[in-house]
């Protein structure tokens, strides 16, 4: 990643140009919450506190701190000088607020992209690394074109082309982060059912298979399959992914549901479903039988 610029004022820091965030507002407004929540405890201030002195409730006020809201200029500018907070660094969190409040490219694909999916992708965009365990289907970063519409059709055929194109367009954009000289680090444990399911049939499966074995040679890409010799494991639980951030206080375990998701940040799940992944990539084949496997499925397509 680029290089990290720091302000200081008295042990806090805040991150600014060049940083892992310059692309996603979403990082923006969660490393804003962050500093001010810091900021907050260091002048030795409790919330009510802050609500005494600005009127805003402390729920509110702790939704800022998470970054689950973001932070109005208005509100920044009061709550400054009861930090303690003076030039240049109150400029510096301003400027951080305004690029919270900016679009994400995912705006541009509208409905296809609902609030509980863009708060990921926002974390997506800026993450170093993301580790996924996936039981059922090829993770969406790793799809064709035409294993993506499969999925699509399967799973919500009622859906009109248009949202299909752009939902596609999405997966193309996304895959962009694993290429290039910012390539996120993915690491991937896919269980054996997601290389047997034909999903859109022999030709597409085949085509995505081969995808897999062509991309699991990048450097930045660390491809496993959980084989069902293996018997019982740790992801019985379900798939899951791991967004991983130079700041450790940012690491993110993200659970996908049936029209929402659940985000897990506190240190103690994101410990424990670390150490389930890793716990995974130790029971799974290594990277080079796993391209043998991979392969081996492909062929036995065509000779399907």
Known sequence: MGQIGRAHNEGWHLLTEGTMADHSPTMRRRQLGAELRDLREKAGKTQED????????????????????????????????????????AEALEKLAREAHERGWWAAYGDTVPDWFANYLGMETAADELWTYESEYVPG??????????????????????????LVAVRAARQKRLTGDEAMILRAVLNEAVVRRQVGGPDVMREQLAY?????????????????????????LGPFTALRFPQEPLNTIYLELDGGALYWEKPLAVGRYTATFRRLTELALNEEDTISFISEAERSLDEG
Do not use: C
């Open 50 to 89: 802050v609500w005494e002195w600005t009127n805003v409730p402390t729920t509110t006020i702790s939704r800022y701190e998470t970054g689950k809201r973001r932070v109005p200029i208005t509100f920044l500018k009061a709550v400054l000088p009861l930090y303690g907070v003076g030039s240049p660094h």
């Open 141 to 166: 970063i790793l799809q064709t074109r035409r294993y993506t519409e499969a999925t699509r059709v399967a799973m919500s055929a009622a859906d009109p082309l248009e949202v299909s194109e752009r």
């Open 212 to 236: 897999l074995v062509e991309i699991a040679v990048l450097p930045n890409i660390t491809l496993q399959v959980l084989p069902f010799a293996t018997g019982a494991h740790p992801g019985m």
